[in-house]
């Protein structure tokens, strides 16, 4: 037990051993005249000796509860010991297929302190496998840290970066590649990483956690073991999005990296397809992969991939809105922006007063998109006076392609042109598929359950 | 049959008499090479001598073909006739609910040239009885004109501009006020009228239609009794938006203005509440209204409304990704804005080189709010040092309110005072159910059918 607490020093670790508290019981706090209850987490000795005692909350958050001589700890409920904690990583064994995780950063991969909020180094390879040993059954993992930043902080330059990794790993032979990331901006990470590496022979798999993550956690365990399989053994080679399928741990979905969105702030199953179906299930524990939508890219060693990963930043993702001002047009023109996607509003619209300030940008060489803030359905700028009003501006309709991936797919098509016939070619080809030509009637949500 | 086809004159007539062809008939036209079939639609008699005739296409668009001497015309089935047209009106029984329709545009209430795309006049009391003459059985009806626009082009001084007739009708004793309003827009404009007018008697009913509608269009003609249905008999008296529930004729939801969202670019269930179940279900042909959510203001003509429908249009609705520049933000405070609703990461993030930014526009006036585009689950700032960061630079969390209806309610705010801890205080009250304080499991859609 003592070991166990091996990360609480000074009255924190008085008090649990008072209370005959283990890691991963369910203790109640009492100090004041407030309670706290929750699952007692681990903590790092770094910061042990700080009168903290960190819990998991029902709501699935961590919180740092400050204690002194007078707070009083009750255990509530003995908890079965959490596997692997601590102890010596297992042996790898070189036969198993080889993944990489490069790690960016994000809840998944860092060890946050709930005082400072301050965010520590990524788990190395050794951390990985002796939190969840049973990685060492399914492949030999290398992990790597390429950056290590909030996901919100992501931006264009650093896509570059992550894809130039990948694309290295592919190179060097590795049977998948793992990008441990923050959730907040996954989706598009998923999607650029898609665009830049051409005639992939291995999938990408991105994966984070949405609930704060400490040693152990059960959701970042469960989606990243689902990664390492994906990676491992899936028969696709795309750039893709795993995360829990359901809030229960029995499978993950598998996203096409172009077609997943982050859909909920909080919860486990965050990510989900738009205007596509998820291509696979995962159930980490039997080690099964379901394929249950369109495979675009086949795995196949074989292939030799093209890296393509250079985004131009002077693009925008704007919304457009009742009170919209054509100033804000005007002041992508002012700026040399090279590209503007419109999420506009239902089959692809902006109000008409607009359209004479998107002529001017076009004509002055910016590339004009237009997607819907609907996100679910396609575009079609021939239904309305106002489309076609905005066609003939010059307006690339972005079919059914999330506003997100336009946002993507145009900074990665002006990255290696701006001439206007080139880019809305490009535009307007299926590259990935980013763009899904047959939508069935179940491809939209069941609202209201 | 002659009676029916009055619309058509010339070439288009006699291909049709010898068709044998009716109104709601379906019809295959061939001309040259193409094929064209699907059901007849009744055409205006004003553009009745142009050689076009109209057909609802099976995915629901009409189009106009034309026609001339090669064309050949076949009937393919005959369909039963359509109700009530043309007929003459049925007279209404002023003992019935006094309910008045306002109209500002959109497809509902429009008669679309096909061929020109050109907007005509909104439909009059007596038409809207001919073409659904059971309305006659439900309420007294009074249609009115408000304004006639595409609803991509609503702006804030045209929602004070409904808000004073839906108050006005308020003050006359109507039991009910319809909007009929194009479906772009039309959950901002519920929004708008939820704030605008505090202490409704009755309630408001925002109506549209998903799909092109000519006389008869099954589609407004089921969302429009639905709406009648609620204006008349409705225990509640919020503003709320009636749209079809499923795909199919048997029920539409009544979702709660402010939050309501459109989802999707062309079905008729595109509307869906988002972090809040729908208020009601509405089955128009047992005229059964059934409660299934909260009601926040219940029906009461003794309550005295009162209008404040003052919205000020200096607030931008700002949507964070990887490459956002700073100098967006910066724009904002150089034009004087007094107002920006972020559409953020996650759970209220944007990248942390934006935020000395939105610090200075705070400290310049400007109120700054922070929603998620994940658009499900609420925004919480607390738990990572991005989120905290941003709170002390002043930004105003937007719990679980929607991105659309945090902008329409900053801008209702901005209306009344800018004196921002009044602004905040405000905001951060729950004014007309915009905030959900309550999200149970079943909130969040069954993504994968």
Redesign the interface.
Known sequence: MSEELFGYQGIARELLLKANASVGDRIRIIRENRIFEGTLMPREALYGEKPFIVIKLDNG?NIGVKVDQSTIIEKVVTKKKITGYPSKPPIQRKELPNVIMLSTGGTIVSKVDYET???RPALSTDELLEWIPEIADIIYLEAKEVTRI???????SI?AKVAEEAYRAMIKGYDGIVVAHG???MG??AAALAFAIENKPVPIVLVGSQR?SDRPSTDSAFNLKASFLVAAKAPFAESVVVMH?E?GDVYA?VHRGVKVR??????R??F??IND??IAMVYPDSKEIKI?GRIIEWRDKNKEPILRNH?D?K?????????F?P??IE?FID?KYHGIVI???????????VIPTIKRAVEEGIVVVMT?????????MH????G?RLLEAGVIPGNDILP?TA?VKL?WILGMTRDLEEVKRIFLTNIVGEINPRHT??L??????
Chains 1, 2 share one sequence.
């Open positions: 958050y909020g301050a965010v909030f996901s919100e902080d992501m931006r264009p896509w959730t907040d901006t598009y990470t704060s399928g809030t979905y982050k859909m909920h702030t909080s919860r199953d965050a989900q397809s179906k998820p249950i985004f930043e693009v925008a993702l704007v919304k457009a809105y009742p009170g001002d100033e804000i002041f700026k999420e506009g509003t239902g089959l692809g619209h902006i109000a008409n007063r819907s803030q609907c996100l679910f359905g396609r575009i079609n239904v309305y006076s106002t076609r997100e946002y900074s009637i179940d939209y949500p069941r609202w209201v359950l």
